[in-house]
DNA sequence: ATGCGGACCTGTTAGC
DNA sequence: TGCTAACAGGTCCGCA
């Protein structure tokens, strides 16, 4: 489910909920996520206060005095604010309770998503450690995609997926900034210009901005920590719209496979 | 080092 | 209507 802007957009639903409030109880319904729910989080997390809450790529980093609480989404997953006393649904795995009488509540059918626990400095921890510049930061320029790109032969559609080179593109926002910057996805990475670089820095930049703007894009089941969707799916220029005119020229959208993942693009505008 | 395919899950939809 | 197959926003891991 949800690419950068849509764990943006929850990052800001919660943090007010959430940011200097005390944890009085962790309910654990389901440890079985991609990776079991470490045994000793309640104890961790109970009656201590967070600190802080940042995202780093595609996660939530919940600080505390004394560790940090590492939470991913996944495909399907999702976070919402709700009163203490609401009973859960079905693939509500876990509830952070709060002194407020409010508890943040985590819900994902696919359990692809995670929660661990990590000491010290998270930007340490081995699912961190390795990650690339984040896509908004200053960091992320032309001169650092170019090089990066030299001699490889793999399509840009999945070089920019990759989370080593940048992070929080996802395969929406992929198809979406190579329109934009009229890249066609199957060239390879290693042949494009540095030029062109400097045009998709700026389309996923804007692109990604737009999108927090909006609220990140809801296909089926993304809801933000109020339980609304997110609008960007109506800025959509190709993802999803495979046989149907391309907005600049009319001919049909094509749909591929790259990395056995579906990617849109006009095989016209996209050179 | 790079690049590819498989794996982890459930739910929805398309097609027969 | 019912069954089956394919596909879905992520990303780690192991292999060539």
């Given at each position: ?62 600080y505390t005095d004394n ?38 509540r985590f819900h994902d059918p ?162």
């Amino acid at each position: 489910m949800p690419e950068l802007p849509e764990i943006e957009t929850t990052r800001k639903g919660i943090a007010p909920y959430v940011v200097g409030k005390r944890v009085t109880d962790v309910i654990i319904r389901e440890r079985r996520l991609r990776w079991p729910i470490p045994a000793g989080l309640k104890r961790s997390l109970k009656n201590k206060a967070i600190r802080k809450l940042r995202r780093r790529a595609k996660y939530l980093l919940f600080y505390t005095d004394n560790g940090c609480l590492l939470l991913h989404l996944g495909m399907s997953g999702s976070l919402r604010i709700i009163d203490n006393k609401w009973p859960p649904a079905k693939h509500d795995h876990v509830d952070i309770v709060f002194a407020s009488g409010r508890a943040l509540r985590f819900h994902d059918p696919r359990r692809f998503g995670s929660m661990l626990w990590t000491k010290g400095d998270p930007m340490d921890h081995k699912l961190l450690n390795q990650l690339g510049p984040e896509p908004l930061s200053d960091a992320f320029v032309a001169d650092y995609l170019y090089a990066r790109s030299r001699k490889r032969t793999q399509a840009i559609k999945t070089f920019i997926i990759d989370s080593r080179i940048v992070v929080g593109v996802g395969n929406i926002y992929a198809s979406e900034s190579l329109f934009l910057a009229r890249i066609n996805p199957n060239r390879k990475a290693g042949t494009i210009s540095k030029a062109r670089y400097g045009t998709l820095i700026v389309a996923i930049k804007d692109v990604l901005n737009r999108a927090i703007e909006k609220g990140g894009t809801t296909l089926r089941d993304f809801i933000n920590s109020d339980g609304q969707p997110g609008y960007f799916k109506n800025e959509l220029q190709v993802y999803g719209r495979g046989g149907e005119p391309c907005n600049n020229c009319q001919r049909p959208i094509k749909v591929a496979r790259l990395g056995q993942r579906s990617t849109f693009y006009c095989a016209s505008c996209q050179t």
